[in-house]
């Protein structure tokens, strides 16, 4: 509880001397007044605030969800520009566009001095850092960056995601240390299991024999047989959920199995085809939801908030929150081989190149002092929470927000995490709502489970990412193709040698290697 | 079509006119009922619980009866200042593009021009090669049109296909003999395009103000690319921006998000109808330019 | 039946020996002709073909760092790489396929409307006949695909029919063999009303003098359909069948990558729905860009060939 203490105080320390820092600054002059006028008098300070003694002015463009209002209506952005004198303008672009704006901008050399939330992919990261657009961040980390440098050497995935094979680091990327927020939770219909009189299964076999009953014995009772047994959402999903049971797992955010340092993907192995076969069996008998490949993310919520799905996935309890208590969580079933694991789970650096500062920005290190504060706790309860008292109230030093701010309407306009892949800390110390006690439950069931350690994609350098990319445009979309086709019986399994020869032709060889590769030089 | 005399009043082609109609009438409201029942869907599922639109159970009468989705809309003031700036666009737009196109259409339309052929093959070319997003993007920044009102209407001043459309009428319903006796009385081109054509396309013009205005409502792409501030959103942006609640927004488990997806899930219904009836108030008008005997008297004999 | 063809001696300008200056002659004599064309070919040049430069990217690695010009050529590379994709017979069988049933059906339909419009004696019935069937066109394609989920699911309207019928439920959206027909056939639902008013509109340019000869002369309704309507609107459906032929290549990719999945990508896997995917999305504009121009030069080809087809058979071109 002490650290409570401490956190309270020292936000409210920092906004108060924000405040008469803010409010007149004009005439005092700072401690470093040695240095000549102008722009170079106002050095940056490399720790407390505020960032610097003369206002500077920063251009962030960002993304904006649907959910969000505007960024200068947030309290953290409000609060934080009388902290750190540092005025940020914030150019928003909707997420419908997003994509092309921040393309054309790099395009037409239009640069912001900050990109925010901006979703860089690996290879965008490196194409613009080595055509110069970008600038390296990582001695500018090391000086101006003490959270997240701290972070970085408690996760060394982090580093490890983020830096080019030439050493340099391009945009950091959103971090977050909360395993809760990097898995989906396999959430089982506990009413339905106790009406029946059904165990939590603990195999694939059980599983299988759990959803057999979903499906015929009626268990909401309507007397109709309009139960959903299992759901999940479009597309493979299911097999990433399912995967780890059949001992799949899924480092570097693709269908990689990492054992004795060898890199090895998995598509084409006995192992796959095995789950392949097993989905199927699901499909066939209908267990699994037949719309499963084709329905719409909306039709999948409402499909958990309806109450007739007897298993699904998904990270919280939020979309079905209303009848939350049916249900509960459960660990993966262990598979044929014994294999029991949790093979989708996100990276710590989950949310990549959420923040990069351009060739036009003159103040990069304020730049980067600025970002650093939302790797704290502090600072992450500023930006998720805004003010307490006003938005949110601690409780045994943990931040919930206040009852007006939990709703849909309200709460996305006071703080940019909603809408996804702001640049900050979820750790567990701000992450109340989205970690409440039944998903904490349901996350501890999956624990025992969990990849000891998740690499994050790996950076490649600018040719071998656009090698990687062209290598995976035809192979995954093969990959997914033929999958679906096969769980969905368009496809007989006599055709797996085909399917296994194919892979080969496209030169998954070649891709495996190029992983390794970036495996090994990680390991150095 | 008021002056219906037959000539030949013999019974047998009086029973075949009949037959004709009963078969003509009978398609016609086939083709209405195929049309209609998708729209009155759509009608319906506006005024439904969306629970019950996406879980399959509305398909002909509304379920769950509910104005949830028009208040949601008359709410919202960004719908609103959409609707304005998509009015002003498509006006402003439609204007220059009418003048342009018919500045374009006539000129092209004359057989005595000298070097048609090859005017029509420059405007021609240009349908099938683009310089592509960057090149226009550029253009239009040095342009200085970044984020006003005329990056979304200059570059589009000329829809090359409704311009060969337009010409091709001008070729073909506007008698070229009418044109040659104009000039022997001395008639200088701007008269004759004045005077004599313009009052002979009533139709095509009506039809090049309804495509290029549907096109101005519907178009969203270039404010996409080139308006910034949001309060110049034309009303399609500001409609993506409603239904684009995506996966990406469940990240984190956002509040309530189920409820955003459902209502973005109903408001689509209801928002298709607010969002189309400009248009479909503006039809019959632009219609009743398609009658029939415009050319009478005009043609000398 | 005078003003529908071609204008006497529209194609034979009087050349005669010294043509430079017979042409510049001419060409004076209808400087306000050229006063006219001034603004939309100024617009023209600088719209369209200014920022042409742009297509040198299809040949380059454009980085935008570099910029256009200062991009490293590559030669043929993205061609190679598209032709040799394990996609790419697929991709050109699809859209072909697509297109070519497009052209045969739902070409001809939009024709058939307005000439059913035409016929039909009560003006209200006419006017709810054209009003009902336009409105298709306004809804959003993410609707228009909502709808046919709905309409087309294993428990939808159309399969609670069939299996009255004592048929088995037919899952039309995640079956490549109906993708075509279900693709096609909203197509044309949406669109046949929309596309049936240019020809509304050159029908109502026809003159009525020509009906009334014919009438005296006792042709029957279908004949005065075939012998004044049809030949009426002729130019405008040769005009229009060439600038569909020339978009061969192109199909919107909004609705089908919606309706796209992986159960059906055998038949709706299309070169447009490629390029976004794998293109667009991923920010390869030089990939893209090459895609786009062999498309623009199969286009541009069929596109010279009906035209040359049509200037033959019925004097209708485009230039």
Redesign the interface.
Known sequence: MKRKQWGRSAISLMIISGLILGGCSSGTGGKKDTAPEGAASNAVSKEGFPIVQEPIKLKMFTRIAPVNGPFKDMPVFQDYEKMSNVQVEFIEAPTDGFQEKKNLLFASNELPDVLYRSGLTPLEAVRYGAGGQLIPLEDLIRDYAPNLTRLMEEYPEIRAAITTPEGHIYAIPGIVTLGSARTDKKWINRAWLEKLKLQVPETTDELYDVLVAFRDQDPNGNGQKDEIPMTARVGLHIVTMMSGSFGLDQQFGYNINIVDDKVEIWMGSERNKEMLMYLNKLYKEKLLDPEVFSHTEAQYLAKQGSGKTGVFFDQTNNNFLPIADQYEGMAPPAGPHGDRMQSQASPVPRDPGAYAITSENKHPEASIRWIDYFYSDEGSTLLRFGREGEHYELKDGIPYYKEEYSTSETQPKITPYAGGGAPHLISEQVSSYINPPQVQDAQKKLDPFMPEIRYAAPMFDEKTAQEVNILRNDIDKYYEEQSTKFIAGALSFDKWEEFQSTLKKMKMDQLQQLYQDAYDKMKK | MSQRTPVNKTRHTAKDERCFDIVIYSVAAVIMLIVLYPLLFVVSASFSDPAKVLGGEVWLLPKGVTLDAYINILQNDKIWTGYGNSILYTAVGTTINILMTLLAAYPLSRPDLPLRKGLMLIVTLTMFFSGGLIPTYLLVKDLGMVDTMWALIIPGAVSTYNLIVMRTYFQSSIPWELQEAAHIDGCSNWRLLISIILPLSKPILAVMVLFYAVGHWNSFFNALIYIRREEMYPLQLVLREILLISQSDAVDGSVGLEDKVLLAESIKYAVIIVSSLPVLIMYPFVQRHFVKGVMIGSIKG | M???E??????L?PSRPNRGSR?LV??AK?Y???L??L???A??L??????????Q?AFKN???????FGSEWVGFEHFT?FFD???FWRLLRNTLTINLISLLLAFPIPIM?AL?VN???SKA?S??????????????V??IV??L???L?????LNMLIQTFGGDPV?F??SASWFKTIFIGSNI?QNM?WQS??Y???L??????LYEAA??D?A???RRIWHVSLPGIV??IV??LI?DV??FMNIGFEKILLMQ???N?EASDVISTFVYT?GI???E?SY??AI??FN?VI??TL?LLVNRFARKTSE?S??
């Open positions: 005078n003003n529908m071609a204008p006497p001696g529209a194609n300008p042409l001419q060409m209808r306000d002709l050229y006219m064309l603004l939309p070919i617009w023209y600088i719209f369209h073909y200014g920022p042409l430069y742009g297509l990217i454009f980085n935008p760092a570099k910029g256009i790489r994709s394990y996609y409307l059913l016929e039909i004696r019935y006017k709810w006949l054209q009003n009902i069937t336009y409105i298709p066109h306004f809804i959003s993410v609707v909502g709808i989920t709905v309409m699911s294993v428990n939808g309207p899952r959206m995640e639902w009303g008013i240019i509304i509109a050159a109502s340019g026809i003159n009525p003098q009438k005296i006792g029957s309704r279908m130019p405008v005009i229009l600038l020339g978009q999945n992986n159960l990508l794998t999305l991923k920010g504009y893209t860009a786009g121009l623009s286009n541009l596109l209708t485009l230039w």
